[in-house]
């Protein structure tokens, strides 16, 4: 891990790095004994920087209650000797155990690594940030959030699930509430959270033209075949701009929505779309590598069964060199527990690697490729396609940038 720290120093170019932090528990739900908080470096080759165990559960200490009283003497000489896995109380939720554990690991950095962790990667929870303020690790810095892109598009669905139940008595369109066939249904909301990710990411270095994006979405559902409103959509997944480029005819009344149900949710716009909302966002990253390592981790050790904290230890320590350096990376401990290592145990690791790589650059070209087909059709189109001002005036020109 001090290379993984060295790399991330480097490419910051300067001790102050981003770190994206995350906790997950042995088991499923809220009442798991042991859990494992790590923070990985940011970027598209994120490496696990430092990460550490809470368990609230000691094998050793439960087995020695076995000869607690049928051996007194030897069960005190086991418990003094013994080192305790137990270093965590309280709640195993993020209230608790997260919170304390991403806590352990920022106060910790300067003294183990010489590096502080100034940007702050996390999800919507609301604990853990306030704890890094209010209990700030560093004297000299004052830690400052980004938040998980992944995460802050949920608020789209739920504002809009929010919208949908104060509605359900409100006529609309001449139905009671927003949702039904041909409206807002539980499958619409999950799109629109979808848009409003890719709203964000598309647009992550520009709050203008994020705000733009957004705002595109709204003109994008209620249009018509009369009063089509796709002036700031992108080919990349307009149909229309679609059909225009490819000189074909293109039908909205499948994919629209009415245009009542669209001003029925314009408040979440305002709130979701509002520079002020979509700043926190801004250069965002996410937290998709902690959910990887998670997934490695936990393939060693699979949540169905009962894992102790010196197990969960090992597989953490295999883990962490798996993700950051490779399957290849475990053959010079093998050989060192064993003595040796046979020929088909460095082939299969080596073929692992191999496999590995092929996949990631394989999802990398086909992000390339589909990224220099979105521009080619949106050349082609802004020679095609005028933008004609004055039909914004039937929807509504208040959602322009910094009109509201």
Same mark, same amino acid.
């Given at each position: %891990?001090?290379?993984? #720290?060295? $790399?991330? *120093?480097?490419?910051?170019?300067?001790?102050?790095?981003?770190?994206? /932090?995350?906790?997950?528990?042995?088991?499923?739900? !809220?009442?798991?004994?042991?859990?494992? #908080?790590?923070?990985?470096?940011?970027?598209?080759?994120?490496?696990?920087?430092?990460?550490?165990?809470?368990?609230?559960? @000691?094998?050793? *200490?439960?087995?020695?209650?076995?000869?607690?009283?049928?051996?007194?003497?030897?069960?005190?000489?086991?418990?003094?000797?013994?080192? *305790?896995?137990?270093?965590?109380?309280?709640?195993?939720?993020?209230?608790?155990?997260? #919170?304390?554990?991403?806590?352990?690991?920022?106060?910790?950095?300067?003294?183990? *690594?010489?590096?502080?962790?100034?940007?702050?990667?996390?999800?919507?929870?609301?604990?853990?940030?306030?704890?890094?303020?209010?209990?700030?690790?560093?004297?000299?810095?004052?830690?400052? &959030?980004?938040? =998980?892109?992944?995460?802050?598009?949920?608020? %789209?669905?739920?504002?809009?699930? &929010?919208?949908?139940?104060?509605? &359900?008595?409100?006529?609309?369109?001449?139905?009671?509430?927003?949702?039904?066939?041909?409206? %807002?249904? &539980?499958? %619409?909301?999950?799109? !629109?959270?979808?848009? +409003?990710?890719?709203?964000?990411?598309?647009?992550?270095?520009?709050? =203008?033209?994020?705000?733009?994006?957004?705002?595109?979405?709204?003109?994008?559902?209620?249009?018509?075949?009369?009063?089509?409103?796709? $002036?700031? @959509?992108?080919?990349?997944? @307009?149909?229309?701009?679609?059909?225009?480029?490819?000189?074909?005819? +293109?039908?909205?009344?499948?994919?629209?929505?009415?245009?009542?149900?669209?001003?029925?949710?314009?408040?979440?716009?305002?709130?979701?779309?509002?520079?002020?909302?979509?700043?926190?966002?801004?250069?965002?990253?996410?937290?998709?590598?902690?959910?990887?390592?998670?997934?490695?981790?936990?393939?060693?050790?699979?949540?169905?069964?009962?894992?102790? /904290?010196?197990?969960? =230890?090992? @597989?953490?320590?295999?883990?962490?060199?798996?993700?950051?350096? /490779?399957?290849?990376?475990?053959?010079?401990?093998?050989?060192?527990?064993? /003595?040796?290592?046979?020929?088909?145990?460095?082939?299969?690791?080596?073929?692992?690697? $191999?496999?590995?790589? +092929? +996949?990631?650059?394989?999802?990398?070209?086909?992000? #390339?490729?589909?990224?220099?087909?979105?521009? $080619?059709?949106?050349?082609?189109?802004? =020679?095609?396609?005028?933008?004609?001002?004055?039909?914004?005036?039937?929807?509504?020109?208040?959602?322009?940038?910094?009109?509201?």
């Amino acid at each position: %891990m001090k290379n993984a #720290v060295e $790399e991330a *120093c480097k490419k910051s170019n300067g001790r102050k790095i981003t770190a994206s /932090g995350d906790g997950t528990w042995q088991k499923r739900g !809220f009442s798991s004994l042991h859990g494992v #908080v790590e923070v990985l470096s940011n970027g598209p080759t994120a490496k696990v920087l430092d990460l550490g165990r809470l368990s609230k559960k @000691c094998s050793i *200490c439960t087995g020695l209650l076995s000869i607690k009283y049928s051996d007194p003497k030897q069960y005190s000489e086991i418990k003094n000797k013994h080192q *305790c896995e137990v270093n965590h109380v309280g709640s195993s939720g993020t209230a608790s155990m997260e #919170v304390a554990g991403i806590h352990r690991l920022f106060a910790r950095s300067k003294m183990l *690594c010489n590096v502080k962790y100034a940007h702050y990667i996390g999800d919507g929870d609301a604990k853990v940030f306030p704890k890094l303020i209010s209990d700030p690790p560093y004297e000299d810095v004052s830690i400052t &959030k980004i938040e =998980d892109v992944n995460h802050f598009s949920k608020k %789209m669905l739920h504002r809009l699930q &929010k919208i949908a139940e104060s509605l &359900k008595k409100n006529n609309i369109d001449g139905k009671l509430g927003i949702r039904g066939s041909g409206r %807002m249904i &539980k499958k %619409m909301m999950i799109n !629109f959270k979808h848009y +409003y990710r890719l709203a964000i990411v598309r647009n992550k270095t520009n709050l =203008d033209d994020m705000v733009r994006a957004v705002w595109a979405i709204w003109k994008h559902k209620p249009s018509s075949n009369s009063e089509p409103h796709h $002036e700031w @959509c992108s080919p990349s997944y @307009c149909g229309y701009l679609q059909a225009l480029e490819k000189g074909e005819e +293109y039908d909205h009344t499948p994919h629209s929505l009415p245009l009542k149900i669209m001003k029925a949710i314009r408040s979440a716009f305002e709130e979701l779309a509002h520079p002020d909302t979509l700043k926190r966002v801004r250069n965002g990253g996410s937290q998709n590598a902690n959910e990887s390592f998670h997934s490695i981790l936990w393939s060693l050790a699979p949540k169905n069964r009962y894992s102790t /904290g010196v197990m969960i =230890d090992l @597989c953490v320590a295999m883990a962490v060199s798996f993700y950051n350096d /490779g399957y290849q990376s475990i053959i010079p401990v093998l050989a060192e527990l064993t /003595g040796n290592t046979g020929f088909f145990t460095r082939v299969g690791m080596k073929r692992l690697d $191999e496999r590995r790589i +092929y +996949y990631e650059h394989k999802r990398k070209r086909k992000a #390339v490729q589909k990224s220099k087909q979105n521009e $080619e059709a949106s050349d082609s189109l802004s =020679d095609r396609m005028s933008v004609d001002d004055n039909r914004d005036d039937q929807l509504d020109d208040s959602y322009i940038p910094g009109a509201y």
